[in-house]
T-cell receptor, first 108, second 120 residues
Framework: AQRVTQPEKLLSVFKGAPVELKCNYSYSGSPELFWYVQYSRQRLQLLLRHISRESIKGFTADLNKGETSFHLKKPFAQEEDSAMYYCALSGGYQKVTFGTGTKLQVIP | GAVVSQHPSRVICKSGTSVKIECRSLDFQATTMFWYRQFPKQSLMLMATSNEGSKATYEQGVEKDKFLINHASLTLSTLTVTSAHPEDSSFYIC????????????????FGEGSRLTVL
């Protein structure tokens, strides 16, 4: 079974402070990991995926297979980063399991 | 990016009635679409995988006779909540990925806006 855990429901940081949204997963094979973001009153959308190893809007995430983690990081938070963030795992073709989400609140 | 449209965005119905929710991929073809349910402050729970031209694949614990899924074309999947009851009240979201993605590429999922169902 595949499982995704996001331990924090809410994370509040000040503007300019570093951000780390935690994500741990459980999967027996080689997973594909993603971060999805939902801004206020908008639909869920892909932020980044681990296979592309890219930085989107200043966010990065490294897959750590030893710790089974895929934490999302940004060195300097901006107010427009305030949103719901979902970590997701795909263990097979397109079937995706989501974490419970973390609400990021950036305080001006 | 690709757009997935869901309709209606909100629906209120009486207990015992059936409600249909549509999910359309507007500018791409999607052989496979996914239906999720989200309870307040909980994760997105995959309900079923909708396959064009064949029966949907339901996740464990999801009643297929309760949640009827029809995927009649490459751009449209419908979810019908039959004989709805108050406990069916929830936020339903569909997603799809472009068929042009390779089999080895899980592909980016594009999400609809979601449909909030309230059963009185």
């Amino acid at each position: 079974a595949q499982r995704v855990t996001q331990p924090e429901k809410l994370l509040s940081v000040f503007k300019g402070a570093p951000v780390e949204l935690k994500c741990n997963y459980s999967y027996s094979g080689s997973p594909e990991l993603f971060w999805y973001v939902q801004y206020s009153r908008q639909r869920l959308q892909l932020l980044l995926r681990h296979i592309s190893r890219e930085s989107i809007k200043g966010f990065t995430a490294d897959l750590n297979k030893g710790e089974t983690s895929f934490h999302l990081k940004k060195p300097f938070a901006q107010e427009e980063d305030s949103a719901m963030y979902y970590c997701a795992l795909s263990g097979g073709y397109q079937k995706v399991t989501f974490g419970t989400g973390t609400k990021l609140q950036v305080i001006p | 990016g690709a757009v997935v449209s869901q309709h209606p965005s909100r629906v209120i119905c009486k207990s015992g009635t059936s409600v249909k929710i549509e999910c359309r991929s507007l500018d791409f073809q999607a052989t496979t679409m996914f239906w999720y349910r989200q309870f307040p402050k909980q994760s997105l729970m995959l309900m079923a995988t909708s396959n064009e031209g064949s029966k949907a694949t339901y996740e464990q614990g999801v009643e297929k006779d309760k949640f009827l899924i029809n995927h009649a074309s490459l751009t449209l999947s419908t979810l019908t909540v039959t004989s709805a009851h108050p406990e069916d009240s929830s936020f339903y979201i569909c997603s799809a990925s472009d068929d042009r993605g390779s089999m080895l590429d899980t592909g980016e999922l594009f999400f609809g806006e979601g449909s909030r169902l309230t059963v009185l």
